[in-house]
């Protein structure tokens, strides 16, 4: 299986300081290059924050996520796992979007994804801020409504904000429930905390059977048992999971517009994900990254890291054919 071309850059070759930085070190393959039909995954970054209610930045996130995203090494430290020679890998760039219009930027965002899923690639995203995902499953979810595991502080099931604006980065899965592109009962939302003005969101989670495990659960549980109860709910049909950065705690993700305390620690924002091993993924997503509020680049370092986790769980259930 393994092709040259989608090999990653070894730092053994080039110094990983150098060289023009995509996503993993990987080959840039545009939407039109001859190649395309080729890959097996592909990773995408989505320059939008037009959603964000509060402190913005993710337009900056995926340039700061593919320059930290080569300190990335091509075997996976814990299970051994090679994921650029399990399935061929590459970096389409960027959705352009259009930062003065939501509508026309998320209509721009879902065709770049029917072009993406018509080549037969799973998209891996870096984002952008949460509204990114709605646009996504526009596109993924057309044919028959996913799965959904979704990591986050927020619930992000809001009604609308300031008087009727129904696309936020705190409304995205409201819609995708209401479009028919999730089935709630395949939805598990982990790590929810923080104050609240009301509690609007979790009443309707209830209401359409999405499964919410506040972080005081996950802390008392642990994440075994937690995401044993998540891979049971997502069953083996298509999932997607979404992964916003804000999970975890703002120590260890400073980088971020929506920080909540008390959450969990970058070692388990790892583990969360590696024990997401036999579902069904076909698409996820790093969203949330706010580079301004962490020039260091360590927040957008855990995030190319758990894009990483992401990816050896979609390429292991890409090479066994179950996506
Ligand atoms: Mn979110
Ligand atoms: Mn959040």
Do not use: C, W
């Given at each position: 299986m393994t092709d040259p071309f989608f090999q990653p850059i070894s730092g053994f070759d080039l110094p990983r300081f150098a060289g023009v930085p995509s996503f993993m070190r990987l080959p840039h393959v545009p939407l039109d290059h001859d190649r395309l039909g080729d890959l097996q995954i592909g990773l995408i970054g989505v320059p939008w924050d037009s959603g964000t209610t509060n402190r913005p930045g993710p337009r900056h996130g995926p340039r700061q996520l593919r320059d930290l995203s080569t300190m990335i090494r091509a075997g996976h430290g814990v299970t051994g796992f090679r994921p650029f020679e399990a399935v061929n890998c590459a970096?389409?760039?960027?959705?352009?979007?259009?930062?003065?219009?939501?509508?026309?930027?998320?209509?721009?965002i879902t065709a770049f994804y029917d072009q993406v899923r018509g080549a037969?690639?799973?998209?891996?995203?870096?984002?952008?801020?949460?509204?990114?995902?709605?646009?996504?499953?526009?596109?993924?979810?057309?044919?028959?409504?996913?799965?959904?595991?979704?990591?986050?502080?927020?619930?992000?099931?809001?009604?609308?904000?300031?008087?009727?604006?129904?696309?936020t980065h705190g409304t995205p899965f409201r819609r995708a429930v209401e479009e028919g592109l999730l089935d709630p009962k395949r939805v598990c939302m982990i790590g929810i905390r923080g104050t609240a003005y009301d509690t609007e969101d979790r009443d309707f989670a209830e209401s359409v059977g999405i499964r919410v495990i506040p972080i005081e659960e996950f802390h008392a549980r642990g994440p075994d048992d937690?995401?044993?109860?998540?891979?049971?709910?997502?069953?083996?049909?298509?999932?997607y999971v979404s992964y916003d950065i804000d999970f975890v705690d703002p120590a260890f993700a400073p980088g971020t517009g929506t920080p909540e305390v008390g959450g969990p620690n970058s070692f388990q924002a790892l583990?969360?994900?590696?024990?997401?091993?036999?579902?069904?993924?076909?698409?996820?997503?790093?969203v949330e990254v706010s580079p301004p509020f962490d020039p260091s680049g360590n927040t957008a370092y855990l995030g190319v890291s758990i894009l990483f986790e992401l990816l050896c769980v979609m390429a292991r259930a890409r090479a066994d054919g179950r996506v």
């Open positions: 970096d389409l760039g960027d959705v352009a979007p259009n930062p003065a219009d939501i509508s026309d930027s998320m209509a721009r037969g690639i799973l998209p891996l995203t870096a984002g952008g801020d949460h509204l990114s995902t709605l646009p996504i499953l526009r596109s993924l979810a057309k044919d028959a409504p996913l799965g959904m595991i979704h990591f986050d502080s927020h619930t992000d099931l809001f009604h609308s904000y300031f008087g009727g604006q129904m696309y937690v995401m044993e109860e998540a891979r049971g709910i997502a069953g083996s049909a298509p999932t583990q969360v994900v590696r024990l997401l091993e036999g579902v069904n993924m076909v698409g996820a997503d790093l």
